[in-house]
Nanobody, 122 residues
Framework: VQLQASGGGLVQTGGSLRLSCAAS????????MGWFRQVPGKERDFVAA????????YYADSVKGRFTISRDNAKNTVYLQMNSLKPEDAAVYYC????????????????WGQGTQVTVSS
């Protein structure tokens, strides 16, 4: 599975962005999908995950109520809608895929996109 993340950019505090993660090579419909983020010098952190059917979603406490993960299996794409953005949300955002159960653990994901930069100005 090849993953391509896009949609990052510069936004003001309180603004919104929608990230997309498009897959090629295989259909995403049988994969759990996750979003992670990383700032320089720190580990990559879990942001959100969604089951293969889209029936269940999971979020880091820091983004609950502001971010929404969704998927369109017909389009082989996963989204991360980010609202009420804060300066601390600035990071490189990565999408990832795995078979099996949903997990926030980075090392359990097998496939990774290249990352898209999100910058939040105060």
């Amino acid at each position: 599975v090849q993953l391509q993340a896009s949609g990052g950019g510069l936004v003001q505090t309180g603004g919104s962005l929608r990230l997309s993660c498009a897959a090629s090579g295989r259909t995403l419909s049988s994969y759990v999908m996750g979003w992670f983020r990383q700032v320089p010098g720190k580990e990559r952190d879990f942001v959100a995950a969604i089951t293969w059917s889209g029936g269940s979603t999971y979020y880091a406490d820091s983004v609950k109520g502001r971010f929404t993960i969704s998927r369109d299996n017909a389009k082989n794409t996963v989204y991360l809608q980010m609202n009420s953005l804060k300066p601390e949300d600035a990071a490189v955002y990565y999408c990832a895929a795995r078979r099996g159960l949903t997990t926030p653990r980075e090392y359990e994901y097998s496939y990774w996109g290249q990352g898209t930069q999100v910058t939040v100005s105060s």
